[in-house]
């Protein structure tokens, strides 16, 4: 962080309730809300980070507006993926008379030390052709929602 920034953030616990109403109107373009000054000086703070540093990634804003939608009553919940193995799972999967061993990893799986994002792209390097990863791992069956080759 750099020292201007870290400095102007720094000073903001000792400024005047007044002086921080002002900064909020400058950094927002809105009025202050009607909270205390602990709210404005940590709300202040974070302001001045976001405009030096950049925001939250769009995928974060997307998931939080899920969060509060979902808060609200306006959004059902996302069902839990029940195909994903736990992560440091092991599949086990015999094709052409090789056993291929794949492990679950937290961001994708693992097939012959290099890691792949999904079970489809492990399945394709191991047939050559494209294939429904759950299905050819014994995941789904064939016919169930997304089956098929």
């Not at 202050?32 to 950049?54: C, D, H, M, S, W």
């Not at 509060?68 to 440091?88: I, N, Q, R, S």
């Not at 995941?139 to 169930?144: N, S, V, Y």
């Amino acid at each position: 962080m750099s020292t201007a920034i870290l400095t102007q953030v720094a000073a903001l616990p000792t400024l005047a309730t007044p002086r921080l109403k002002a900064m909020w109107r400058e950094l927002t373009g809105t009025e202050p809300p009607p909270y205390n000054r602990t709210f404005l000086v940590k709300r202040l703070a974070y302001r001045i980070q976001e405009l030096a540093f950049g925001g939250l990634s769009v995928k974060a804003e997307r998931r939080l507006d899920d969060l509060v939608e979902e808060l609200d009553g306006k959004k059902k919940p996302k069902p839990k993926d029940m195909t994903a193995p736990v992560v440091g799972t092991k599949l086990i999967r015999e094709w052409q008379g090789v056993l291929h061993e794949v492990t679950a990893l937290a961001d994708g799986f693992e097939w012959q030390g290099r890691r792949y994002q999904s079970l489809s792209a492990v399945a394709r390097a191991i047939t050559g052709t494209r294939w429904n990863g759950p299905l050819f791992f014994g995941l789904r069956k064939h016919g169930a929602l997304g089956g098929g080759r």
